[in-house]
């Protein structure tokens, strides 16, 4: 049997610190597998004008699976004034490469589980009755639809006189526009397709159903945003009463969401909604589990490639440090959402395990776990390095 090879990405800032300790805590749990590193980022992107080339492309189209550590992303102006100068001035714009990435191989399902673990001192607490502390568990999984929506790219500052014209068409448009010179307007489409909203909402409802979660909760704004949230919501009626009728469908605007999510996270099992209101909804349950620094996601696309990711940023500052401090799990859940994928899932619960363990524990932690602001001397208050916790990992995986 030949060995199966991963695609690693270390992108900007701490990609490549939390990446470089992931990887050896699957070795270190028993996942053989081979490396190939892809370019990507924004020493890509100053050097080639092109954050994502096309020989990563073909990495990862070769060998379908890849673990990406973080990206930078700047304004459009900033970002253009970095090329190098022999690249300036040619036309070249900015974009981000995980975007053109899911852009590119539609990778249109993202998965982003929000668990917490027993004893993380960064839990959600809410006050209780008699005045007691009472700390929920968390265990909500979001599916945020990946490429479509307000992250479709589809958008214009002064339109183009057909997109102008067409908007024209529009009485409401005109009413609250047509005054406005057209050079003064930027226009950002929200855009749903029938064919990636059912497969975002089926895979929701198949996971509530292997996983036993009672509900799948449809978070978006139908009452205001009627044709997008709209179509979504209906689709989700027909399919639940067709498919799914031992799974309950609940309905909730993304604004109350945000409220009960404090409220009452509990209650909510699979969560499943658009590009943006995903994006919003999944960094609202990660704080309740200690921040991004335990969330992870993966995005799939319908022909089984699949990238794997933790959703924090690159943190360029603390890239610059001579001691990296920054909190790894959130790339090492990314990893075992790998091994899940792959079939390795015996070797994620022995990494699962022992991130448990040393978090229950509480004798290693992270700057960020013990609530310190993330400067190069908190390994002298008693914090840990990225290294060190990926180190108490490994000595609690269990063969």
Known sequence: ?????????????????VLKQAIRILEAAGFTAGYVEGDIGWEFWKKEANPL???????????????FGAITSKPKDEAADELDPALQGKGYVYSSPIVGLRQHFNLDVCIRPCRSYKGNPLNFIRRGRNN?????EIDVVIFRQNTEGL?????WTDPPDKVYEALMTHPKFVKNFGNNPKNELSVSTRIFSRKATERILRAAFDHAREYKYRSVTLCEKPNVIRETSGMMFKLAKEIRKSDY?????WNTNIDAQMMWLTKN?????????SNMFGDIVSDGFAG???GLGFACSAQFSEEGIAVFEP???SAPKYAGYDISIVNPIAMIESSCMMLDFIGENKIAVKIRNAIAKVISEGKVRTYDMMKLPGRPDVIEKGAVSTEQMANAIIENIVS
Do not use: C, F, W
């Not at 007691?132 to 929920?136: D, H, K, N, R, S």
């Open 151 to 155: 992250y479709g790219g589809v958008e």
């Open 53 to 67: 080339p096309d020989r990563t492309i073909e990495l990862i189209k070769k060998h379908k699976v890849a673990l």
């Open 288 to 290: 309740l589990i200690g």
């Open 245 to 249: 009728p031992d799974i309950e469908l």
């Open 265 to 273: 996270p509990e209650n909510y099992g699979v969560i499943v909604a």
């Open 311 to 313: 959703t924090h940023g």
């Open 1 to 17: 049997m030949s060995q199966r090879t991963i695609v690693t990405l270390p992108g900007d800032g701490i990609g490549g610190n």
């Open 132 to 136: 007691t502390i009472e700390e929920p």
